[in-house]
């Protein structure tokens, strides 16, 4: 059968990029990041808070540009956040449990604490490098980095050259994966189960795929095409609006569950720190329950976060600041939102859901509660509390919709940019019919083979990018430090803002005016 072929060649793959090299590059450029900023994200923890969340509702972050491709700050956020925000944050954190262990959780925070940082490199550098298109809007992201930062390194250029056209490759891959099927798959799974339609569920088209499941992908397809196509600002527009209420009602629900089953929030976060080092039987013992544990949280973190990625480099470049540092703290404060407050809050509401040795999930032997798999678990939590006409169960539904969705809109413009990179800018309508086009396939995919691909494209992204990280790691030292001794130790001193010389004048200019 062809999904049998395609899951044991995507199973090779998978293998080599999550292998030791991959988790190695990706938690090791983390580490080698927060070192060389001498741990940014907590020494300037009051910075960047003040500078992202304590200015929130501030016009400079929030006001609506009229330039051609130009968005706000908190739009480039929200249309970061809609792409990272999805599955990975309700279906994954369970699939992430349910394979390593309440253990897993503590491998997530460990990736998302060090992948502030190397997202933060990420869109430094994202602004050093980005350059007005063909149309007259910013482009940025790995590629640009690659070829015009570690191609200009002696004897890089066509290293450079050949490691960008190979992150746009696995970005559009990536954008079809992790950006569409994986995302419409949980939909389905869920929005089926919650909204049971009998008359369509039952009619199998083929084997296992009811009609109810290609209705519900067709459905999805439409909606999708009528914002992506319609380019980055009208994704904005509607993430800034989404975003905002999806987050704040998820983990307000989420608070609700977990304090009606407050008694086991301790032994829950107890266990997330001991298995972690000395996992469940049914992880596995020693050393070899440590690697799942472990590799289960940093890729369910990635998945999640996308940090070391290089995806959301393409929306934050798209961003009206001119102080690379500035978006650099947007990044910082992205990864923050998606795994320390969504994927902690999914987290805890499945440990403590019925205590640690009942309810949905045994922390214990790993057994998940009949009717239930890793996609429904957290639904179940839900239900278990609003169990009225199954209002838990339809909530995380809508939930995961909201989540999924803005995801698939925040990859199509992912997507886009990587090929209007190899192809140019006018032609970028053709890949996102085609992205579009790709949506049926998680309608129909198996669950588990939908997430496995999603998280090979994954992979093969990270390396290319995490090695320009790497490479220009000095240049993201030096602009840290530029705006640190200008805005907290107050030397006057010009600002570096571009590898082009005209940008680095208007921004110069306007950055005297008061502009960040």
């Not at 994202?126 to 002696?154: C, P, Q, T, V």
């Not at 891959?173 to 008359?199: C, P, R, T, W, Y």
């Not at 690697?291 to 940093?298: C, E, P, R, S």
Request: hydrophobic share 50%; net charge positive.
């Amino acid at each position: 059968m062809i999904l049998d072929k395609i899951a044991e060649i995507n199973g090779a793959v998978n293998g080599v990029v999550w292998g030791i090299f991959g988790l190695a590059l990706l938690i090791g450029t983390g580490i080698i990041v927060t070192v060389c900023t001498k741990v940014f994200q907590v020494s300037h923890l009051g910075l960047w808070w003040r500078k992202t969340i304590g200015k929130m509702f501030s016009k400079d972050v929030i006001k609506h540009r009229k330039e051609k491709g130009v968005i706000s700050p908190f739009q480039a956020l929200c249309t970061a956040l809609a792409a990272t925000v999805g599955t990975g944050n309700i279906a994954g954190v369970a699939a992430a449990i349910c394979i390593g262990g309440a253990g897993a959780v503590f491998w997530m925070w460990v990736a998302a604490f060090f992948g502030m940082m190397t997202n933060f490199a990420e869109n430094v550098l994202g602004i050093y490098f980005r350059r007005k298109n063909e149309n007259g809007e910013w482009s940025g992201g790995a590629m640009y980095y690659l070829r015009d930062g570690l191609g200009k390194k002696k004897g890089g250029k066509w290293i450079g050259k050949i490691l960008a056209v190979l992150f746009c490759i696995f970005t559009m891959l990536a954008s079809f994966g992790i950006g569409s099927m994986g995302q419409v798959n949980k939909i389905v799974a869920n929005f089926s189960a919650a909204f049971d339609v009998e008359a369509l569920s039952s009619v199998e088209v083929f084997e296992g795929i009811s009609l109810y499941n290609i209705i519900l992908g067709v459905l999805i397809m439409i909606l999708t095409a009528v914002i992506t196509l319609g380019g980055v600002k009208r994704i904005a527009n509607v993430a800034e609006k989404i975003v905002p209420f999806m987050v704040v009602l998820f983990v307000l629900g989420s608070i609700v569950i977990i304090g009606i089953n407050y008694t086991a929030i301790i032994p829950a976060i107890k266990a997330i720190f001991v298995n972690a080092f000395k996992p469940e039987s049914f992880v596995g013992g020693g050393i070899g329950g440590i690697i799942v544990a472990m590799t289960n949280g940093f890729k369910r973190g990635v998945f999640s976060n996308e940090a070391g990625l290089g995806s959301s480099v393409m929306v934050h470049s798209n961003s009206s600041v001119k102080e690379p540092v500035m978006q650099g703290m947007w990044g910082i404060f992205e990864v923050f939102a998606d795994t320390m407050v969504v994927c902690t809050m999914t987290a805890l509401v499945v440990l403590t859901s019925g205590g640690l040795e009942g309810g949905i999930f045994n922390v214990k032997t790993g057994v998940v509660a009949e009717g239930f798999t890793d996609a429904t678990l957290v639904a179940g939590a839900f239900n278990q509390v609003f169990s009225w006409g199954d209002i838990g169960q339809k909530f995380i539904a809508v939930a995961m919709f909201l989540f999924a969705f803005t995801t698939v809109l925040g990859w199509s413009h992912y997507g886009s940019k990587a090929w209007e990179y190899l192809f140019g800018a006018k032609s970028t309508i053709v890949f996102r019919i085609i992205h579009v086009c790709t949506i049926i396939f998680g309608a129909v995919l198996t669950s588990s083979l939908a997430w496995d691909i999603s998280d090979t494209f994954n992979g093969l992204m990270m390396i290319p990018n995490l090695i320009g990280v790497l490479v220009m790691l000095p240049l993201v030292v030096k602009i840290t430090k530029n705006y640190v001794d200008r805005k907290v130790k107050n030397k006057k001193i010009a600002p570096i803002t571009s590898y082009d010389p005209e940008i680095q004048k208007e921004d110069a200019e306007a950055i005297e005016n008061g502009a960040e």
